[in-house]
């Protein structure tokens, strides 16, 4: 894998992942665009211990351009784009519209006594999975997933090394379901200047355990016992094991984990990177398959936080969708959104069935 990075004409970054070594990235950005935003402001809920992201200047980001206008397109002729190359393999660049930055402004130090306030530092980057505006993640060959694959663990130790970086999460969002603002096949990467009420969710669980069982890691215990009991497994092959959770929370949610303990996406071994994508697309496939149309889903890593607690990590991806039927949606309603207690209307056993014959 080749890796070149330029400028755009803002002075974001953006760099090129390419799969050939004589691959050329020499072209400028040629077009004539303002400063990029100041950071995000982020302030302090005393009442739930985590910090919130706001975020003004997103109110004007590109919302479902029509085709022939995606930003992430190649540029071709006089239609500029994100990317100045007339085509690429992957490409990185640092969002436009950020929610999370290094350009920091003064901010004032409390709201209220209560509610402190301090700039959104970090960084949000964009990741285009091919130059093909009509493709999808399932449509990619095996080795442009290894190509993404490596891309993402460059990424993830680039910006783990920013001052005041804290974890690092890599993402898919797919489908207007789901609430994707361009069709263009593309993830994201945000690295926050906090570990996250997830992850510090699942850290805490996982610390309990380690205690009670002398250095158990809990998401290897659960995976040992998915993998003897195969109920809810989905498929699986030497390096990698996809299942249903037991106490899945959304319709169709699957957990695609190494059976190696490891953090994060730069851990893993060669052998574990290529035996990744095989998996992972026939995975993609079976819930495109479920109803027979694309399936709207959200692509999780959990990867450990920089510098604390990595040895209660254990690395996984979290693939799900709000869709429970081929006309029906998941919405989070009261119960989810008002009290943060989810009620699944399929049972993780029949989910992993579906999928399995799918």
């Keep these: 894998m080749k890796r070149t990075a330029i400028d755009l004409a803002d002075g974001r970054e953006l760099i090129y992942f390419d799969e050939r070594d004589d ?3 020499d072209q400028p950005d040629r077009r004539d665009l303002p400063p990029p935003p100041p950071a995000s402001q982020l302030r302090y809920d005393p009442l739930t211990d985590e910090w919130v992201a706001v975020a003004v200047h997103r109110q004007t980001r590109i919302f479902l351009p029509p085709a022939n206008e995606c930003p992430l397109d190649p540029s071709v002729g006089d239609r500029l784009t994100e990317i100045p190359a007339p085509d690429y393999d992957v490409v990185v660049f640092e969002n436009r519209f950020p929610s999370l930055s290094g ?9 209220t006594p209560f509610t402190s306030v301090r700039p959104g530092l970090g960084r949000c980057e964009v990741v285009c999975f091919t130059s093909d505006h009509n493709a999808s993640f ?19 130790e680039v910006l783990g090394d920013l001052p005041g970086v804290e974890q690092v999460f890599c993402f898919e969002n797919r489908g207007v379901e789901i609430g994707v603002t361009l069709h263009h096949p593309h993830g994201q990467i945000y690295a926050y200047p906090f ?5 510090r969710a699942l850290l805490a ?3 309990r355990h380690a205690e009670r069982t002398g250095g158990g890691n809990l998401y290897a215990d659960v995976l040992a016992a998915e993998r003897a009991t195969g109920d809810r497994v989905v498929t699986e092959n030497e390096h990698w094991t996809a299942f249903v959770p037991a106490a ?25 990177r290529d035996a990744f994508g095989p998996l992972y697309l026939d995975l993609l496939r079976r819930f495109d398959g479920l109803f027979d149309m694309p399936m709207p889903y959200i692509s999780a890593w959990h990867q450990a936080p920089v510098r604390i ?20 949606l998941k ?9 943060g207690v989810f009620i699944n209307d399929i049972s993780p056993e029949r989910a992993a069935e579906l999928l399995r014959a799918a």
């Design 248 to 272: 899945a929370r959304w319709p169709f949610e699957v957990h695609v984990a190494p059976r190696r303990v490891v953090p994060d996406i730069p851990a893993l071994s060669d052998s574990e």
């Design 309 to 328: 607690d990595r040895e209660f990590g254990h690395l996984h991806l979290q693939l799900f969708s709000i869709r429970r039927a081929k006309d029906k």
């Design 103 to 111: 350009r920091v402004a003064d901010e004032p130090g409390e709201i």
């Design 195 to 199: 570990v996250t009420p997830r992850t």
């Design 205 to 207: 669980a996982a610390r």
């Design 138 to 156: 399932a449509s990619l060959p095996p080795r442009r997933v290894r190509t993404v694959l490596d891309a993402l663990a460059d990424r993830t």
């Design 23 to 25: 691959a050329v990235r």
């Design 331 to 339: 919405y989070l309603a009261g119960s989810e959104s008002g009290m």
